[in-house]
């Protein structure tokens, strides 16, 4: 899976939580939004194995990968995927980082999820259907 449909799942999960992190989450959170910043090498990796680690955040996270996943493989049949392990230049966001980093990364989401982490991801698939 690639860095933009990780992060976009994680964020729209994190925006969908009741509650603001535990501290000691949070603070795991934004060692992993400093890591990002200061290491455009950094596994994304640890972003999905962080939303596994926290049962809240780990049931909406597995609930939206299996909803992209879905989506993906519909679109698949019908000729017009995205493929999902190839990273493409979009990635993450400067606003992404600023999430993981921030001192309530929860309502921060929350703020940020006008946008639509997930519209993002949807609109790769316009752009493979069109290109």
Not at 23 to 48: A, V, Y
């Amino acid at each position: 899976m690639n860095k933009q449909t990780i992060i976009e799942v994680f964020l729209t999960s994190l925006a969908k939580q009741e509650k603001p992190l535990p501290p000691k989450q949070q603070k795991q959170l934004n060692e992993i939004g400093k890591n990002l910043r200061e290491n455009s090498n950094f596994d994304i990796i640890n972003i999905h194995n962080f939303a596994l680690s926290y049962e809240p955040l780990q049931v909406i996270y597995q609930m939206e990968l299996r909803e992209v996943l879905k989506a993906a493989a519909e679109r698949q049949k019908s000729g017009i995927g995205v493929d999902l392990s190839q990273d493409d230049d979009e990635g993450y966001t400067p606003n992404d980082i600023a999430i993981l980093e921030a001192s309530d990364s929860v309502n921060e989401a929350k703020k940020t999820k006008k946008t639509s982490f997930l519209g993002r991801f949807f609109s790769r698939f316009k752009r493979s259907a069109a290109g």
